[in-house]
């Protein structure tokens, strides 16, 4: 009898042992909006490889660059239903699903990158992360730092608002970023990122805006040439996993999918430092022409900040909440 319970422990013990091992394992699907070689990409590798090597190889994650699980707004909704894991994608996609995060998109908001690291590391990008489980059914846990969107076209060289005057631009489907263009004086093209190449390529518009990095793993070179260095969002790129799929890990595999994304945030914010003066220089040796904005990019900055900032105070938490946050950037 003794040896009979002995026997069912034993083999009861290793059996539950054997799938416990046997689920605690898995390999995720991570969708990445751009081409391999940006800054989601980078985002991407450091955080398989983190994740790979704090939970001893059982947990892995397989990236999908250039939209191959679906356009970047298709994959937050994908994955709050739980049916994609994670998704790298620009803070732009994420504002129709989460608006409150639209003080990240609030153009000339953001005016370096110690803004954007103290904005999505401090308070502010807590209180986001929040919202955004609470709104869209996704959990940010990483950021990659993109630098900021410069505008390319494909016609002439553009350094004043009269310069932009009867271009066709295209723009995310982001209201804040097409509000801003037509503080600009012009009706911006509303365009999912997955179409974006052909659409240049095929002159339906004439230039679009995001940053070097992006530019280059883009190869948008091919079918712009001028570059107009406007600093009105810095590109913040999150990677997201799908509320319910964070929710069914363990806790252990929770932290480590916590700590992984924080390894890869902080690999993001020095690859940008490395990287973006090289990847510029390649764009000009490909025969793109870089040009500033006339008169310290003046003129763009007092029409976007006097007729966008108003129209979203609202949907950023009020006036008084952005200027509190604008107090904490020392401004
Ligand atoms: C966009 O323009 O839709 C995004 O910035 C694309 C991206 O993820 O780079």
Redesign the pocket.
Known sequence: MKLNKLFKKTVVGAFGFFLATAVSAATFKVAI??AAG?T?HELGKAFAASLKEKTDGKYTADLFPNSQLGD?QDTVNDAAMGLLDFSI??I??ITPFSPSVAILTLPYMIQSLEDAKQLTQGDVGKELTENTIRDAGVRIIGWSYSGFRVLTNSKRPVKTLDDLKGMVIRV?KNELMIATYQSWGINPSPLA?NE?FTALQQRVVDG?D?PYI?VAAMKFDEVQKYITNIRYLF?L?PLIISEQVFQSQSPEVQQAILDAGMEATEHSYQYLQDTEQKIKEELVAKGMEINDPANDEKEWIEAATSQVWPKFYDQVGGKERLDEVLKSLGR
Do not use: H, K, R, V
């Open positions: 909006g751009d940006g989601q970047e994608l620009a732009n996609n995310p990122w974006t679009q995001n992006t590109s790129e």
